[in-house]
Each structure stands twice: as structure tokens, then as C-alpha cells.
């Protein structure tokens, strides 16, 4: 996927159509969320499928291993899918990681608030058809999306699903939100484990089970994200936003860039000028 964010509209024709095609288990290398307003989602994650029936909210973490076929209830089928990169809100996405990598979907209610959401869906397609799209407004509405979603979450879990969680979940929790405090600073593996109080190979085992991820890649991925929110959003030099992020030499802050994204922070910089 290369635009920083897509939506559209699953109709009956086309969960029919996706269920005659080969559908393998697979990953991908952006954010998925699927509003499903009629019809049936048969999710296979982690290693075990199951199968909801609208209303639901789905989101796949990026990296992670699963299937959805969506299906048709009564004849109907209407699903918003909304994909979109790490970086498009970066405050949110590492958020997001912590409340959905055990629950990826969850079944909701018909009302006001999940109206609304389908609402924000229609808004913001409506604003991707323009010539040329307000990004920042489409940042605002899905984060506005985000927001009433984890609203309607806490009403069906009133404990936010404290109780559900196993240990190592509540302490993955509790690192990435030590990781959004101070992802900024050139903190390595022990400073994140000495935090949490437990050993840095614990703490990178609890990581790869969840993310699949070490905790020094994740740590370099959040980095990233915000890097590309920044060369994105603002006009910083490449040198400062690098230094903003605890990379004291540019050399290596480009190095660093290159490696994982494939390109260095210039042209990424240009390219997503052309394409917004």
C-alpha cells in the first residue's frame, strides 16, 4: 500500500467476490479497521478463527498474521475498510497496539454511538473523493473515530478488559505506554526493562510473542513512525527532526532511515509532498 491512508465501501458484490478468490492467510504493511455495519466477518488471528456478526469494530495491527472473509447476512453486506500507515497518526496508532493485540475485534451495539461512527466513515470518503483531500481533516475524523470506539469498548468491558489479561499483556501495555513518554530520547533496552522491573530478556520475549517484534525494533519503529510524521507535517531539517529523536549525527539518522524504510528522509520527504 502506498498512499498514507484508504477507505472504501464492502458491498454484497464484492464479499462475494472476495470468497471465490484465494484468501491465504497474510500480513500487511499498514493499519486496517473495518467498521461492519450488516453482514458477517469470519476472522481467523492469532491462531484461531472466529466469526462476528454486525454490528463490529475490527483493527489489525500491522505485522500481524490473519484472514477475514466477510460474508453476507439476510442478503446484506456493508463494511467500511479503512487502511492506513503508522505514521498518519502516530500518537494513536502505538495506542491502539496496546488495547486490540489481544481483542482485535469486538462486537458492539446498534445507537447513537455507533451511528456516529458510520457518520465519521461517510465524512471522511467524502473528503478522500475531493480533488485534493484534507489530510489533516481526515486525521482529525479518524481519530475522532478512534475516540468513540474505545468509548463504546469501555461500556461493553467496564474494566477496559483488565480482568481478561494475562500478565505479560499488562506489562506490554505498561511499556508502550513508557515508550510513548520517552520514545524521543536515546533509551535503550534495560532503561525501558529497569522501568518495569523485570530483566531486558523478559521483557524482549514478552515483545516477540505480542508484536513479534524486539523491543529495540520496536522502539526504532516508533521512532520512525514520528520521524515520517515530521518530515510529512512540518519543515524541520532533516538534521533536527533526526536530533529531535535522539540521533545525534544526520549521517546516522539517514542510515538509520534508509535502512528500514527503503529510501532516505529527503526523498521520502519529497515524495509525500507529490502525493499530498
Not at 472476495?18 to 484468501?23: A, S, V
Not at 456478526?53 to 439476510?74: C, D, E, M, Q, Y
Not at 523478559?202 to 522502539?219: D, F
Request: glycine content about 4%; charged content about 25%.
Amino acid at each position: 500500500m502506498t498512499p498514507l491512508f484508504k477507505i472504501y465501501r464492502l458491498t454484497p458484490d464484492e464479499a462475494l467476490r472476495i470468497g471465490t478468490q484465494p484468501n491465504n492467510p497474510h500480513h500487511h504493511d499498514y493499519e486496517e479497521l473495518i467498521i461492519g455495519l450488516e453482514g458477517t466477518l469470519e476472522h481467523f488471528i492469532d491462531f484461531k478463527t472466529e466469526t462476528y456478526s454486525a454490528p463490529f469494530v475490527s483493527f489489525i495491527t500491522k505485522g500481524k498474521i490473519h484472514r477475514v472473509r466477510p460474508g453476507l447476512n439476510n442478503g446484506r453486506c456493508d463494511m467500511w475498510v479503512i487502511r492506513f500507515k503508522s505514521e498518519f497518526i502516530p500518537e494513536t496508532t502505538f495506542r491502539l497496539y496496546s488495547f486490540y493485540h489481544d481483542y482485535a475485534t469486538i462486537s458492539t451495539q446498534k445507537g447513537n454511538c455507533f451511528n456516529r461512527m458510520a457518520a465519521l466513515c461517510d465524512m471522511m470518503y467524502n473528503e478522500m473523493q475531493a480533488a485534493t483531500p484534507d489530510y489533516p481533516v481526515i486525521q482529525h475524523l479518524l481519530s475522532a473515530l478512534f475516540a468513540m470506539i474505545e468509548s463504546e469498548r469501555k461500556k461493553i468491558e467496564p474494566n477496559g478488559g483488565a480482568d481478561a489479561l494475562k500478565a505479560n499483556n499488562i506489562t506490554f501495555k505498561n511499556f508502550l505506554a513508557l515508550l510513548e513518554e520517552n520514545f524521543r530520547r536515546p533509551e535503550g533496552v534495560e532503561f525501558y526493562a529497569s522501568k518495569l522491573f523485570m530483566t531486558s530478556r523478559n521483557l524482549n520475549l514478552i515483545c516477540q510473542n505480542i508484536l513479534q517484534k524486539s523491543v529495540s525494533e520496536i522502539i526504532e519503529t516508533r521512532k520512525l513512525i514520528e520521524a515520517k510524521n515530521l518530515l510529512i507535517h512540518t519543515d524541520k531539517p532533516i538534521s533536527e527532526i533526526g536530533f529531535e529523536l535522539g540521533y545525534n549525527e544526520k549521517a546516522y539518522f539517514t542510515s538509520v532511515f534508509k535502512k528500514r524504510s527503503g529510501q532516505t528522509p529527503s526523498r521520502f520527504r519529497e515524495e509525500m509532498q507529490k502525493m499530498m
